[in-house]
């Protein structure tokens, strides 16, 4: 049974940084780890994502430049550093894993099965 939960979310001004954690059971080398996220009464957001395999990573276009995935094989937790952090990115995030994921399907939340309860973050101007 695949297990995830989100951790590091808080507030922070415009312009700082956050480092979400994803801490990740019963995962293996199938799994895709992405990060989306949601804001009420809007489509959850493509974030970004890390394919286990090939060790690639993937990025929304909102985030590009600004956020970097990375992964900790050794304690099974996939990271998510955010940079020149702005109001727009305020929402809740969500850690998901998904197996044997093809590229054209990993910016599309119905490929992830397992979903973390998510962290809240939140940017002040």
């Known amino acids: 049974q695949v297990q995830l939960q989100e951790s590091g979310g808080g507030l922070v001004q415009a312009g700082g940084s956050l480092r979400l954690s994803c801490a990740g059971s019963?995962?293996?080398?199938?799994?895709?780890t992405g990060w989306f996220r949601q804001v009420p009464g809007k489509e959850r957001e493509f974030v970004a994502a890390f394919r286990r395999r090939d060790s690639r990573t993937y990025y929304g276009d909102s985030v590009k430049g600004r956020f970097t995935i990375s992964r900790d094989n050794a304690n099974n937790l996939v990271y998510l550093q955010m940079n020149r952090l702005n109001t727009e990115d305020t929402a809740v995030y969500y850690c998901?894993?998904?197996?044997?994921?093809?590229?054209?399907?990993?910016?599309?939340?119905?490929?992830?099965?397992?979903w973390g309860q998510g962290t809240q973050v939140t940017v002040s101007s």
């Open positions: 998901a894993a998904g197996t044997n994921l093809i590229t054209s399907s990993i910016p599309q939340d119905i490929h992830y099965r397992y």
């Open positions: 019963g995962t293996s080398r199938e799994y895709t």
